[in-house]
């Protein structure tokens, strides 16, 4: 007979046996648990070196990629420190008793150092490895499953080593069990489809295993991405762009799917983008911010004007509602209001994903893409080498494609990269035309606090000119001229970061000389990543900026949003020139109703906003507090309070200080589905909030311990960009 003998040490649970006979019991017998490592330590498990750490991890490590596919909390992963440590991991002794062990596996493949074994009397009987031997790959765990048939009633032990210390020197173990059947084992699957439409849509549940998905057309890969395909029911469809290889057959090959998987049975091509009925009208859509058709977005890149269309380019994952497979989605506007999606502009190959940038219009013909009269709009951009497994393990370096046809094709320069690696994850360029030196200006950032501007006669050889330090700022730089209090006689630049986080100096062509700062520009939780038009109308003489918004939109295909459109000014202030962004004017053009109420005392108790309701909303109020103690104004249940003592502008977990200019205090509120954005002083104070927000309340202005003077409140309600779709 077999004695089961359970040990629960330190928490971890582990199983081992005491065997008098070496045949196996009727199959099917419920699972042995030999380690599920979800204890604070190892237990009775023997650990060497210092790979594996004092226990179990709770998933992914400093420095990681983002762990998946382990059960429960904890694992087995020895990227403890990175790459470099080495070690052992080895389990007491057990008896074999069903005629399969099965484990979750990932991390690096290299047998015999980042492995799982089976060790029989101090020889390896039975060995595993992750799945991942070059830069790229993934951390996702998968089933593996050895059989053990013939070792039935023999005492083992499990082993796991790492002593490789380059790339993918680490090995992710969890869930090690004893069965009488093997799990779903993970294969590379294909299908062979006719693109006979001009999209290709694809099933997706978000939280589904990721799988990586080449479609290949001849020996060519002419897409690949990462993508949650649906193993049953989708959560939401999301499409390629397939019009350039209409009429092609086509291979779509998964690298890891469950054998009996028919998820690749489930994508078919259609004639549309995505259902014209669901399309916009999904219950989450900001109603004047720009989104994304399906897909994560994230920075706006490439702002451009360009023969009367305003371009947005942005960060975007196509096929996922979370950040990955970075492309640069495009989208085009008459009037920085109404967008139309156009196909991806920009898509990983073998240099890495699609990391942000900048696009210029070439008028001087510099780089001698110009064609046919027409001058090329150039991206510069950041290939991200390493992130995916056709870059190779490349580092990041900046590249330029083009377009002659106002950016609706691209091509991509045979000699990219123009800028190659420097340092760190050196990223995002910004480029503008610096007329002077008649020379292009590159803002870079590079690592830490660190950025460089660097120049060039044609966008393809870059010269460092100075570098740059920005307190409490990394990523995204922006680098602009602008007038100060409107004076084009009397300019400054300014230089900001990721944040908003922004200097004020002068530039020579060569040299940045910051004057003051660092100073912030945004005081909420909905920005980052913001960039300024290049090429807008000189007559016209504005600075016009858009952020991304950072701000989940739960169970939506799409996710993320651009803020609203803003105009920055400099303009001096008692305490020196400062930045002030406004909302553009454009805005008016979306007004359907209004009401105003002036000059009256607003007592306790009072609401003069009880009858308005509604979902969007441009809102001002002026007041003087006079004696108030605080005054709200409330949106749809989020209420917004000046306190006068402190004087500070408070909404949700965000205060910002605002001092009353004249004794009155200027507020400005334009309401979405999903954002506040809040503007105090003319813009002096900026302070974009996501939030989703629900029901239907009045609108309400209220005050305590006291009666301010209200000068002015004015309500506009607002029109959806999307309703002439």
Same mark, same amino acid.
């Given at each position: 007979?077999?004695?089961?003998?359970?040990?629960?040490? +330190?928490?971890?649970?582990?199983?081992?046996?005491?065997?008098?006979?070496?045949?196996?019991?009727?199959?099917?017998?419920?699972?042995?648990?030999?380690?599920?490592?979800?204890?604070?330590?190892?237990?009775?498990?023997?650990?060497?070196?210092?790979?594996?750490?004092?226990?179990?991890?709770?998933?992914? %490590?400093?420095?990681?990629?983002?762990?998946?596919?382990?059960?429960?909390?904890? %694992?087995?992963?020895?990227?403890?420190?990175?790459? &470099?440590?080495?070690?052992?991991?080895?389990?007491?002794?057990?008896?074999?008793?069903?005629?399969?062990?099965?484990?979750?596996?990932?991390?690096?493949?290299?047998?015999?150092?980042?492995?799982?074994?089976?060790?029989?009397?101090?020889?390896?009987?039975?060995?595993?490895?992750?799945?991942?031997?070059?830069?790229?790959?993934?951390?996702?765990?998968?089933?593996?499953?050895?059989?053990?048939?013939?070792?039935?009633?023999?005492?083992?032990?499990?082993?796991?080593?790492?002593?490789?210390?380059?790339?993918?020197?680490?090995?992710?173990?969890?869930?090690?069990?004893?069965?009488?059947?093997?799990?779903?084992?993970?294969?590379?699957?294909?299908?062979?489809?006719?693109?006979?439409?001009?999209?290709?849509?694809?099933?997706?549940?978000?939280?589904?295993?990721?799988?990586?998905?080449?479609?290949?057309?001849?020996?060519?890969?002419?897409?690949?991405?990462?993508?949650?395909?649906?193993?049953?029911?989708?959560?939401?469809?999301?499409?390629?762009?397939?019009?350039?290889?209409?009429?092609?057959? &086509?291979?779509?090959?998964?690298?890891?799917?469950?054998?009996?998987?028919?998820?690749?049975?489930?994508?078919?091509?259609?004639?549309?983008?995505?259902?014209?009925?669901?399309?916009?009208?999904?219950?989450?859509?900001?109603?004047?911010?720009?989104?994304?058709?399906?897909?994560?977005?994230?920075?706006?890149?490439? $702002?451009?004007?360009?023969?009367?269309?305003?371009?947005?380019?942005?960060?975007?994952?196509?096929?996922?509602?979370?950040?990955? /497979?970075?492309?640069?989605?495009?989208?085009?506007?008459?009037?920085? #209001?109404?967008?139309?999606?156009?196909?991806?502009?920009?898509?990983?190959?073998?240099?890495?994903?699609?990391?942000?940038?900048?696009?210029?219009?070439?008028?001087?013909?510099?780089?001698?893409? /110009?064609?046919?009269?027409?001058?090329?709009?150039?991206?510069?951009?950041?290939?991200?080498?390493?992130?995916?497994?056709?870059?190779?393990?490349?580092?990041?370096?900046?590249?330029?494609?083009?377009?002659?046809?106002?950016?609706?094709?691209?091509?991509?320069?045979?000699?990219?990269?123009?800028?190659?690696?420097?340092?760190?994850?050196?990223?995002?360029?910004?480029?503008?035309?610096?007329?002077?030196?008649?020379?292009?200006?590159?803002? %870079?950032? #590079?690592?830490?606090?660190?950025?460089?501007? +660097?120049?060039?006669?044609?966008?393809?050889?870059?010269?460092?000119?100075?570098?740059?330090?920005?307190?409490?700022?990394?990523?995204?730089?922006?680098?602009?001229?602008?007038?100060?209090?409107? /004076?084009?006689?009397?300019?400054?630049?300014? +230089?900001?970061?990721?944040?908003?986080?922004?200097?004020?100096?002068?530039?020579?062509?060569?040299?940045?000389?910051?004057?003051?700062? *660092?100073?912030?520009?945004?005081?909420?939780?909905?920005?980052?990543?913001?960039?300024?038009?290049?090429? $807008? *109308?000189?007559?016209?003489?504005?600075?016009?900026?858009?952020?991304?918004?950072?701000?989940?939109?739960?169970?939506?295909?799409? /996710?993320?949003?651009?803020?609203?459109?803003?105009?920055?000014?400099?303009?001096?202030?008692?305490?020196? *020139?400062?930045?002030?962004?406004?909302?553009?004017?454009?805005?008016?053009?979306?007004?359907?109703?209004?009401?105003?109420?002036?000059?009256?005392?607003?007592?306790?108790?009072?609401?003069?906003?009880?009858?308005?309701?509604?979902?969007?909303?441009?809102?001002?109020?002026?007041?003087?507090?006079?004696?108030?103690?605080?005054?709200?104004?409330?949106?749809?249940?989020?209420?917004?309070?000046?306190?006068?003592?402190?004087?500070?502008?408070?909404?949700?977990?965000?205060?910002?200080?605002?001092?009353?200019?004249?004794?009155?205090?200027?507020?400005?509120?334009?309401?979405?589905?999903?954002?506040?954005?809040?503007?105090?002083?003319?813009?002096? #104070?900026?302070?974009?909030?996501?939030?989703?927000?629900?029901?239907?309340? *009045?609108?309400? #202005?209220?005050?305590?311990?006291?009666?301010?003077?209200?000068?002015?409140?004015?309500?506009?309600?607002?029109?959806?960009?999307?309703?002439?779709?």
């Amino acid at each position: 007979m077999s004695l089961k003998h359970t040990l629960k040490s +330190f928490g971890v649970s582990i199983l081992f046996f005491v065997t008098t006979r070496t045949t196996f019991a009727e199959p099917n017998h419920p699972d042995l648990l030999v380690a599920d490592f979800e204890g604070a330590n190892y237990g009775a498990w023997t650990s060497t070196g210092d790979a594996f750490g004092v226990g179990p991890a709770h998933g992914t %490590l400093p420095g990681q990629m983002e762990v998946t596919g382990f059960h429960g909390h904890g %694992l087995v992963n020895s990227f403890q420190g990175g790459d &470099a440590p080495t070690g052992t991991l080895t389990s007491p002794p057990f008896s074999i008793e069903r005629r399969f062990i099965n484990f979750l596996v990932g991390g690096g493949k290299f047998p015999g150092k980042t492995c799982i074994e089976l060790v029989l009397d101090g020889a390896v009987v039975r060995s595993a490895t992750g799945p991942n031997d070059s830069p790229g790959g993934s951390e996702r765990l998968d089933w593996a499953s050895w059989d053990v048939s013939e070792l039935a009633g023999k005492n083992v032990v499990i082993r796991i080593t790492d002593a490789a210390t380059g790339g993918w020197g680490h090995i992710n173990v969890d869930q090690i069990v004893q069965s009488d059947s093997k799990p779903p084992i993970p294969v590379v699957k294909t299908r062979e489809i006719s693109i006979d439409k001009d999209y290709v849509w694809f099933p997706v549940t978000t939280g589904a295993p990721k799988v990586h998905l080449t479609v290949e057309i001849g020996v060519r890969a002419v897409r690949a991405f990462d993508i949650e395909l649906a193993p049953g029911a989708p959560e939401f469809w999301t499409f390629l762009d397939a019009h350039a290889f209409k009429g092609a057959r &086509a291979i779509l090959k998964a690298d890891r799917l469950p054998e009996d998987s028919k998820a690749l049975d489930a994508i078919v091509t259609n004639g549309e983008a995505a259902s014209a009925s669901e399309l916009y009208h999904e219950s989450l859509r900001p109603q004047f911010h720009f989104t994304a058709r399906r897909g994560w977005l994230n920075d706006p890149n490439g $702002l451009v004007f360009h023969d009367g269309e305003y371009h947005l380019f942005f960060q975007h994952n196509p096929y996922g509602r979370n950040w990955g /497979n970075m492309h640069w989605g495009h989208a085009v506007s008459p009037d920085l #209001l109404h967008w139309k999606e156009l196909p991806d502009a920009l898509y990983p190959d073998d240099l890495g994903t699609i990391f942000s940038g900048s696009a210029v219009v070439d008028l001087a013909n510099t780089a001698g893409f /110009n064609k046919d009269g027409q001058a090329a709009i150039v991206c510069i951009y950041t290939a991200a080498g390493g992130s995916s497994p056709e870059s190779q393990g490349k580092p990041f370096s900046q590249c330029i494609a083009y377009s002659t046809d106002r950016g609706r094709s691209w091509t991509k320069y045979a000699g990219n990269p123009v800028l190659n690696h420097i340092v760190g994850g050196n990223r995002d360029p910004k480029v503008i035309w610096h007329e002077p030196t008649r020379s292009w200006v590159m803002a %870079l950032y #590079l690592d830490g606090e660190d950025y460089a501007l +660097f120049g060039s006669p044609d966008l393809k050889q870059w010269n460092r000119l100075c570098d740059v330090k920005l307190p409490g700022a990394s990523e995204c730089p922006e680098f602009f001229e602008i007038p100060l209090d409107g /004076n084009r006689a009397d300019t400054r630049w300014v +230089f900001y970061g990721a944040n908003g986080r922004y200097l004020i100096g002068r530039f020579d062509g060569r040299s940045f000389a910051p004057e003051s700062g *660092p100073y912030d520009l945004n005081h909420g939780n909905c920005y980052y990543a913001s960039q300024t038009y290049n090429n $807008l *109308p000189t007559e016209d003489g504005r600075r016009i900026q858009i952020a991304w918004g950072q701000v989940d939109l739960p169970s939506m295909p799409f /996710n993320q949003m651009m803020d609203f459109p803003v105009e920055l000014t400099l303009r001096s202030t008692p305490s020196g *020139p400062r930045l002030h962004a406004w909302p553009v004017r454009e805005i008016a053009s979306l007004y359907s109703g209004a009401c105003e109420k002036s000059n009256f005392e607003l007592k306790p108790g009072e609401n003069p906003l009880a009858d308005v309701r509604g979902e969007l909303f441009d809102v001002s109020v002026v007041f003087a507090a006079n004696t108030a103690e605080s005054v709200t104004l409330s949106i749809r249940g989020v209420p917004i309070t000046y306190n006068v003592a402190g004087k500070t502008l408070t909404c949700g977990p965000k205060s910002a200080p605002l001092a009353p200019v004249n004794g009155r205090v200027a507020l400005r509120v334009i309401v979405d589905r999903a954002s506040i954005e809040i503007f105090a002083d003319e813009g002096a #104070l900026y302070m974009p909030m996501g939030m989703v927000l629900s029901g239907d309340a *009045p609108l309400s #202005l209220s005050t305590q311990n006291g009666s301010p003077h209200v000068e002015k409140v004015s309500v506009h309600e607002l029109r959806s960009i999307w309703t002439a779709r």
